[in-house]
């Protein structure tokens, strides 16, 4: 049986950046998977994601995303593939709203580029978007969206490059650790390591259970239209990807228009708890609707024509920040999961954290806020 430095459980957004980062520093990976590469039943599809740095979640996520932004720039030249878009992002609300007042926080603290516009300099600038008068945005040049598909597709493509050996449609079972090693278990084979890294997404519940974190998963949905008018008004040229809280409990965001000119829009709040076993794929009628109104009421050219929707899952948190750390009970065991929603613009950093807790013990990079012992 081959020995290997380190398995890789989940080939998702992070388990396929950490494969990567891995074999990239000369460790002898296996990366398993349940599901085929690229799919669409856990968290990182639907063609687009937000990234954005000026971070309303908070100013100690801003290191890693100066870090994240250098790696999908890195990402793109070495496999030749398109990832990030910066179309700039508009982050709107009341002043005082966390959209607004906390995005302004971290770019004044860490010197991001940005412009504080008024209601009517956002409808001069983007004709698509019909704040109210009190509404103000903080708009964010360097912000745009990454490809959660193209993303997965170029971590594996490098990783596989440096050597590392990729199963997928192999599902981990059981895992333990010892004074000398990892132990997992598949459907077809046991395998051995020296450490393990669990990035399990929405499967975090079955696969974390001993972490001692309450995760809620949550059934979310992705919608996509075709605006009615001037189609080119949302062309990433002139739309910038967006997310806009309407009152402390809605916020939607969403994405200039995607090659076959259909909009993707979404609400971030208020999703179902489920679990990814029984997750309910249908989107009925009156959710449609609903997601119709609310982007309609900001920017009312958007919900012309309904096209299509897809559900995804959120693995949240009770506080709704990470777990990024070497698993308090398993020293050989390092794990990433319970991004709330909000962690695909993080997965290359996530990749190198990761590695670095693997080979180093330790990483240079601020993770102390996603420490499991906080709960
Ligand atoms: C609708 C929606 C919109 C979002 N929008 C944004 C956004 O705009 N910006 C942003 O930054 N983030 C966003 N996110 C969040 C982001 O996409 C997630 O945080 C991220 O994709 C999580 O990656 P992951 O690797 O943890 O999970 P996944 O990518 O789901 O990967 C987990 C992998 O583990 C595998 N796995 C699990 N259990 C096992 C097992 N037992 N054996 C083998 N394999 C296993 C799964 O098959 C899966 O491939 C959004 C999420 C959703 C759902």
């Known amino acids: 049986m081959t020995h290997y430095d380190v398995i890789v459980a989940g080939l998702g957004g992070m388990g396929s950046a950490a494969a990567y980062q891995l074999a990239r520093r000369g460790q002898r990976v296996l990366g398993l998977d349940q599901f085929a590469p690229v799919h669409n039943l856990g968290s990182s599809h639907g063609g687009s994601r937000i990234t954005r740095q000026a971070y309303l979640e908070g100013p100690d996520y801003v290191p890693l995303l100066l870090r994240a932004h250098e790696l999908w720039d890195e990402i ?217 109104a609310l982007a309609g009421s900001r920017l009312p050219t958007l919900p012309g024509e309904f096209r299509r929707a897809a559900t995804c899952l959120y693995t949240n948190t009770p506080d709704e920040h990470f777990v990024l750390a070497r698993h308090p009970d398993h020293p050989r065991a390092v794990v990433a999961c319970g991004f709330s929603g909000h962690g695909f613009k993080f997965a290359p950093v996530v990749g190198e954290i990761l590695a670095d807790l693997v080979l180093d013990g330790s990483t240079p990079h601020p993770i102390a806020l996603f420490d499991p012992a906080r709960f």
């Open 76 to 292: 793109e030249r070495d496999t030749g593939r398109e990832v990030f878009t910066r179309c700039g992002g508009l982050m709107v609300g009341q002043p005082d709203s966390q959209t607004v007042a906390g995005s302004r926080l971290s770019a004044e603290k860490f010197d991001i580029p940005h412009e504080l516009l008024d209601a009517a300099d956002v409808r001069r600038r983007f004709p698509t978007m019909v704040p109210l008068d009190d509404e103000v945005a903080l708009y964010e040049p360097g912000a745009g969206f990454v490809s959660p598909e193209g993303s997965v597709a170029a971590h594996l493509q490098l990783a596989a490059r440096f050597g590392a050996e990729l199963h997928h449609e192999e599902q981990v079972f059981t895992w333990s650790t010892s004074e000398s090693g990892v132990r997992v278990g598949t459907a077809s084979s046991y395998y051995t390591a020296s450490q393990l890294v669990l990035c399990p997404g929405a499967w975090a519940p079955c696969l974390l259970s001993g972490l001692g974190v309450e995760f809620e998963v949550q059934r979310q949905v992705q919608y996509w239209f075709r605006p009615s008018g001037d189609a080119s008004a949302y062309a990433p040229s002139r739309q910038p990807v967006y997310l806009w809280e309407t009152d402390e409990d809605t916020q939607f965001y969403g994405f200039p228009a995607s090659a076959g000119q259909d909009v993707k829009v979404a609400s971030h709040l208020g999703g179902t708890p489920c679990t990814a076993e029984t997750i309910d794929r249908r989107v009925d009628e009156s959710e449609i609707r609903r997601m119709a």
